[in-house]
Structure formats: C-alpha cells, structure tokens
C-alpha cells in the first residue's frame, strides 16, 4: 500500500490557467513534506513543509500542508510551457535519518 | 561547485553483464541514495547510506549492490540477477543534520539493457 499518493497522476493544461496538485499521505511520526520539479533529469527542490497552515510561495508557486487531514497541495498560478513537468511529492517520516518517501508523481503538460 | 555527479548519462549493456554506475558528491553529506525510476512509478529506493562502510536495502534491492567506502562516493552494480534492468537511475544525497530535510539530486544515469 502506497504511503504518498498524488492526484491526478496526469494533467493537461493550457497557458494562463491555475492548477492544483494533490498529496496525501500515510506515515507514521510525520516529520516533514517535500515538493519536487523534474523536468529531464534531476529533479529541483521547490518547498519544503513541516507546520499546518502555513503557506509557502515562490513566484507563481505555492503549496501548504494539513498535517489533521495528512494531506499537502501545490498551486500553480497562470501557468507557462516551462511548468510543464512531473512533480513529485515526498514525506519524511520518523527520525529525520531515514529515507524520503516518493509519490508517483503528477505529469503536468501545459500547452500553448 | 558542490554537487552531485553521476556517470555515464547513457550506458547501454548487453543482457548478463554486470554494470556500476558510478555516484560521487561534494556537499559532505553523510547520507545517500540510490533511486530507481520508471514511466508512471515514481522514484523506488534501491540502497541508502546513513554513514561510511553502512548501507541499507531499500524497497527494491534485489538483483542490486552497494558499497561506502569513501563519504563521497556511492556506486551502484546492476548485477546480472536483475531482471528488468533498463531504468532511469537516479542518486541522491542528503545532510544527516537535524531539519536539514532537503535531498538534492545528480543529473541520472539512464541505463539500457539488450
């Protein structure tokens, strides 16, 4: 059984449209919920959440956790071709030593 | 520059050969990882270290192998007992420092078996 589950696992788009990833998760001693963008290849760092309710944003982006409802979206305001990529969500559980735990991933195509 | 690199970025085998890729970082981090991804599967642990000379199987081990000699290094063997082994490959690291959550990423080694 999966302990990250994103939602939709695919998505298209079109340009200037607002989005909103899903994640929910199942862990025991939650410690913290990671974003991800992967594009080609490595996938870049976008938010890290550890407190409910509090709203993180960079630019276009923002994301917020609900550590009662175990779950974490990512929003994308008017979105560009250049979002278009996988995203990936990932919890870390327990003491802080072990591994990330990955969802799938939502593959978002924004078209022009 | 501190990073990750991974070497090759394609690597391409014949079916029973053993092959290593390599992993090596300089961000003095203690912790790292070996990933697996495939279309619509995410990313699967393969192997972690938490420290030099101590590694750990993760959810999808079998058919691979590790060794930390060094802090800076991690390579992976794709061994001939892997079944399915053409995937993307994916090594990561991490501080083992209290709230410093963030894995960061080397580029992949996409690896293709025939």
């Known amino acids: 059984e999966d302990k990250v589950v994103q939602s939709p696992l695919s998505l298209v788009v079109h340009e200037g449209d607002t989005v909103t990833l899903n994640c929910s998760y199942e862990v025991t001693n939650f410690r913290s919920l990671l974003w991800y963008k992967q594009e080609k290849k490595a996938p870049t760092f976008l938010f890290m959440l550890?407190?409910?309710?509090i709203e993180k944003k960079s630019g276009r982006l923002s994301s917020i956790l609900d550590k009662k409802e175990l779950f974490s979206i990512l929003n994308i305001t008017a979105t560009q071709t250049g979002d278009s990529a996988v995203y990936l969500c990932?919890?870390?559980?327990?003491?802080?030593?072990?591994?990330?735990?990955f969802g799938k991933g939502t593959r978002l195509s924004v078209i022009a | 520059d501190g990073g990750i690199t991974q070497s090759p970025k394609y690597l391409f085998r014949k079916e029973g050969q053993n092959v290593t890729l390599s992993c090596e970082q300089n961000l003095n981090h203690d912790a790292m990882y070996w990933y697996r991804q495939d279309p619509g599967q995410g990313l699967r642990l393969i192997y972690y270290?938490?420290?030099?000379?101590?590694?750990q199987k993760g959810d999808i081990a079998e058919g691979y192998s590790v060794s930390r000699e060094k802090k800076e290094s991690f390579p992976l063997t794709v061994t001939s007992a892997q079944k399915n082994p053409t995937a993307f490959y994916l090594c990561?690291?991490?501080?083992?420092?209290?709230?410093?959550?963030?894995?960061?990423f080397g580029p992949g080694t996409r690896l293709t078996v025939t």
């Open positions: 990932a919890v870390l559980e327990n003491s802080g030593n072990t591994p990330l735990v």
């Open positions: 550890t407190s409910s309710g």
């Open positions: 270290s938490q420290i030099v000379n101590d590694f």
């Open positions: 990561a690291s991490r501080s083992t420092h209290t709230g410093i959550y963030e894995q960061y």
